[in-house]
């Protein structure tokens, strides 16, 4: 076995067709140095020392799992971990006649200071139309020090200088993805069922490596907003996902909300969620991502204390 294969069973129990591919993705980065994430990999490598080094440095840090977790690469993203995700869904916000846009939702959202990123989701305007929505929300996260990504459209993400891009099962694939984009842009896929799983690891070759920072993994549970998203997998799907990729990062999405993000956390095993409706619907979207982050470090608890 392999030195990866030797650190990923060794710290994540990898699942042996996971690791009998070799490496099939590479995590560029640990998500933060704050995140469960990084902390929980940070314990099973010793990596402490060099942790605290980097932050005196103001550097993260970085684990490229092809270095079987002798050798660290601060990586001078200030990014922090991606546990709350908030989806900005035009649709969504034109569907609810808010008198605030989409812009303005996002911006009260990110004054909590508890949303980790934000992706760009629009599927019915014009191109143009969303060339400039992008560039305004692109804006708005840079002024809360936020990454912000783009859902499917590399051209407009690559034309607005955004962080990152999330891509589904229909949207360009991996491999062309990352022959594109700059090389520390966060990318993500969504990934709703073990198949959807082993094709993303099938596109994955020794030399050519997928590069991916996060699944994005639903419908967790009913959701509204996503008419076409299939059934519900429920939390022992979120389960079975989370360990099908590990140690690859896993964001629960579809129908999460206040009743049931700590669940995905502490049972389903998520790194983090992402939602439209419970911030964007929300009152106070502020109020409402504070309150979801409270939550995901109750999750995360429960994971150590399972007691509590
Ligand atoms: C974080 C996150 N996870 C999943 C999705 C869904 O993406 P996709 O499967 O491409 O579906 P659409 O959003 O494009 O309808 C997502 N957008 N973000
Ligand atoms: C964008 C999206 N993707 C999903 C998936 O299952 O991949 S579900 C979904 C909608 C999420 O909206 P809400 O938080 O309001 O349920």
Redesign the pocket.
Known sequence: MGTQSCLLGHCCGTTPAFTATGLSFIQRRAVGSGSWFARHRAASLDLHGEQRRCRRRGERYAVPLHAAGDRLTPFRSTRTDLSLYL?A?VA?VSQLGSRQSLEELTERALASGCVRAVQL?DKRSSLRKTLELAKRLRAVCAAAGVPFLMNDRLDLALAVDADGLHVGQEDMPLEYVQKLVPADWIIGA?A?SLSEVTALKQASTAERPIRLDYI?C??VFG?Q??LD?GAPIGIRGLAHIVEAVAPLPVLA????GISNARQCISQGKAAGIA????ILGAEDPRRAAEDLDAEIRRGRDLRVHPGF
């Open positions: 989806i869904d969504y989701r969504s709703g994005g639903g419908p959701t907003t996503k998203a999405v579809g129908g999460i939602c439209i409706s419970a």
